[in-house]
T-cell receptor, first 114, second 113 residues
Framework: GAGVSQSPSNKVTEKGKDVELRCDPISGHTALYWYRQRLGQGLEFLIYFQGNSAPDKSGLPSDRFSAERTGESVSTLTIQRTQQEDSAVYLC????????????FGQGTRLTVV | GENVEQHPSTLSVQEGDSAVIKCTYSDSASNYFPWYKQELGKGPQLIIDIRSNVGEKKDQRIAVTLNKTAKHFSLHITETQPEDSAVYFCAASISSNTGKLIFGQGTTLQVKP
């Protein structure tokens, strides 16, 4: 597809379980972002990948959160030992990575921890 | 730290009226300021952006202004229509050599028919 693809679109998990969220960026986009959006709230920056540079992990809320990206392709966001406060929509975006270019967002993964 | 403040959090206007949303940013090195529209159940979509070498940009009913000295920028929507109802986010790039974006908290715009 031409856009950013995220899977699954919805995920319900039990408290304490681990979850893995996937993002397929637009082909050729070197930059990839993960954001968290709680219900009715803004976009909370989590992590930013740019090419082969070390990722900017400054937004990860705790050590239960981690993200990987293989080259300039797929990224996975992993949340270990999920808590109810992790319930949110997790949005992925990608861009060409050069200065001042548009970030394209996926539809998001709605995570519900019960 | 890096921060973007957005106001108001909610805005209700009559169809045909104008709507203005304002943002301020903290990083003086920011030089790219996009605006995104998010409809229910969808990801944010870029509607207009402005770079620091210009003070104003217009695209049909949408315009954005930038005041780098005061570190604030605004979105103006004229002749609003019900389909403009959505959540709008401003964002600012952090430092001049990366694409990292910090977003405002969002403005829920309601256009009443």
């Amino acid at each position: 597809g031409a856009g950013v693809s995220q899977s699954p679109s919805n995920k319900v998990t039990e408290k304490g379980k681990d979850v893995e969220l996937r993002c397929d960026p637009i082909s050729g986009h070197t930059a990839l972002y993960w954001y968290r959006q709680r219900l009715g709230q803004g976009l909370e920056f989590l992590i930013y990948f740019q090419g082969n540079s070390a990722p900017d992990k400054s937004g990860l809320p705790s050590d239960r959160f981690s993200a990987e990206r293989t080259g300039e392709s797929v990224s996975t966001l992993t949340i270990q030992r999920t808590q109810q406060e992790d319930s949110a929509v997790y949005l992925c975006a990608s861009s060409l990575g050069t200065m001042n270019t548009e970030a394209f967002f996926g539809q998001g993964t709605r995570l519900t921890v019960v | 730290g890096e921060n973007v403040e957005q106001h108001p959090s909610t805005l209700s206007v009559q169809e045909g009226d104008s709507a203005v949303i304002k943002c301020t940013y903290s990083d003086s090195a920011s030089n790219y300021f996009p605006w995104y529209k998010q409809e229910l159940g969808k990801g944010p979509q870029l509607i207009i952006d402005i770079r620091s070498n210009v003070g104003e940009k217009k695209d049909q009913r949408i315009a954005v202004t930038l005041n780098k000295t005061a570190k604030h920028f605004s979105l103006h929507i004229t002749e609003t229509q019900p389909e403009d109802s959505a959540v709008y986010f401003c964002a600012a790039s952090i430092s001049s050599n990366t694409g990292k974006l910090i977003f405002g908290q969002g403005t829920t715009l309601q256009v009443k028919p």
